[in-house]
């Protein structure tokens, strides 16, 4: 009988394609996938310490695996994978108390299957925190999760050192992945049926080829446009400081790239930008903004947003407010601060904003961002989309979700062999977060046949 292994994810979408190539290099070594953790010959629990209490929710499932064994007499090896291990290192075995067995940093991934065969064999806990060196990984080995779309690494590191982020210790100093490579892993992607792919990089759109001598961020876009079977591209994160022209004029040209640009601003004060160490200001951010919607008209911008940084006044959090109410993003992700391991505003800023103002500041916010989404959703009703269908909705069997390019969540009933095909949806109701459509008669389907006429079917809330 096959060994069975279980790897749970925690972060950004760099965690999960890590989770994906180590769920790979374990079916290699001939395990198979397990939902269960009394399953599991192994459990790898891959880590992100970008926000907090990142450590609390590891010690957390460490202890609940603990409780497991104890009860149960069921002793999994447990591997600890990610940015939280290789912040913490050994001192993981030590607070863990036995329970895990295997440390292993964002860099020692491909060894992953050997540490747990000796692990398995000595009942030895087991540190590997590689130098950041490598952004290799051998073609065909990752075990891709989402049958539509496919995330692809071009870039690891970072070399911004915001003072807030923990990334470059973490990831370690930017490393670029040859051109060939890239272009190679998207083309197997296509191969196997995925219909979209997402660049993956700390700051992505810092892409510099090491193979191809003037081949930047751009001409990447460039090249893997051409690729046939590929409908849509997408990439995260890019940083405002080096949005280009090209950029923007390589997006405005190449129809397959997606109106949808994730620009993280942090602050809409100038004076907190300086203090986090974003080298832009509040105006020249917005001054972007005005070039970018000017080259792409119609594209929907997103953003991050941190609250209660180090010295931020009242008056610095309604110019974060007066900003975005002036972008109107079409989505936020926002988070009140709270001081990460190792970065310069730990070591060198008071943590001096009340915590009841933080959540104050982060209401306050949030239910702005609520209404700026709410009715930029509403102005899309009656309004017919293309929308890439990449799984059945989270709210009900009968309905399925997918996206635009604009990276609006669209739910609309049909059946599952919808999924993988891009179809026109007339939008009959909006929410929040998402809205809702049916597909229409005739559409602009490009992905295979399926049977039925897709105006038939109920809609639903």
């Not at 809702?436 to 809330?461: I, K, L, S």
Request: hydrophobic fraction near 40%; glycine fraction near 8%; include cysteine.
């Amino acid at each position: 009988m096959a060994r069975k292994y279980l790897i749970e994810t925690f972060g950004c979408q760099m965690n999960v394609h890590d989770s994906e190539r180590m769920a790979g290099l374990l079916e290699q070594a001939g395990f198979e996938a397990t939902e269960e953790a009394a399953e599991a010959d192994v459990v790898v629990i891959n880590t992100c310490s970008v926000r907090e209490r990142a450590e609390e929710k590891l010690y957390t499932r460490l202890g609940e695996l603990r409780l497991m064994a104890a009860e149960h007499g069921h002793d999994p090896i447990v591997a600890v994978a990610g940015c939280v291990a290789q912040q913490e290192g050994a001192a993981i075995l030590k607070r863990s108390a036995g329970v895990a067995d295997v440390v292993l940093g964002t860099q020692a991934i491909r060894r992953l299957p050997m540490l747990v065969e000796q692990a398995a064999t000595t009942r030895r806990p087991l540190v590997d925190l590689d130098p950041f060196e490598d952004v290799t990984f051998p073609l065909g080995v990752t075990r891709r999760s989402d049958p539509v779309k496919a995330y692809v690494t071009i870039i690891e590191g970072c070399n911004e050192f915001c003072s807030f982020c923990v990334v470059p210790y973490t990831r370690g100093h930017e490393r670029m992945r040859p051109l060939a490579d890239i272009l190679g892993e998207v083309r197997e992607a296509a191969d196997s049926g995925r219909r979209e792919v997402q660049l993956l990089g700390q700051i992505v759109n810092h892409y510099e080829a090491p193979d191809v001598p003037g081949c930047d961020f751009a001409g990447l876009l460039e090249a893997v446009h051409e690729i046939s079977g590929i409908e849509r591209i997408r990439f995260a994160s890019p940083h405002p400081r080096h949005v280009s022209p090209r950029l923007l004029s390589a997006m405005a040209r190449l129809p397959k790239v997606c109106r949808h640009l994730h620009l993280p601003v942090q602050s809409g004060s100038t004076r907190v930008l300086e203090s986090m160490r974003r080298r832009y200001t509040r105006e020249s951010y917005l001054d972007l903004v005005g070039r970018i919607r000017g080259s792409l008209p119609g594209v929907a911008l997103s953003t991050d947003m941190i609250v209660g940084f180090p010295g931020e006044t009242a008056a610095d959090f309604d110019d974060t407010l007066s900003l975005t109410a002036a972008v109107r993003f079409q989505c936020m992700f926002s988070f009140k601060y709270s001081p990460r391991p190792n970065t310069l505003a730990e070591k060198r800023l008071a943590d001096d904003v009340a915590e009841g103002e933080k959540t104050r500041r982060i209401v306050a916010l949030q239910a702005l961002q609520r209404s700026i989404q709410s009715g930029l959703h509403d102005a899309l009703v009656g309004q017919t989309v293309d929308v890439l269908v990449d799984g059945a909705s989270r709210r009900l069997d009968t309905e399925l979700s997918g996206r635009t390019s604009q990276n609006v969540v669209v739910n609309l009933p049909g059946p599952q062999a919808w999924i993988g095909r891009t179809l026109a949806v007339t939008l009959e109701r909006a929410g929040a977060h998402s809205v809702w459509g049916r597909a229409v008669a005739g559409d602009r389907d490009t992905g295979p046949a399926a049977p039925g006429d897709p105006a038939d079917g109920e809609g639903r809330a």
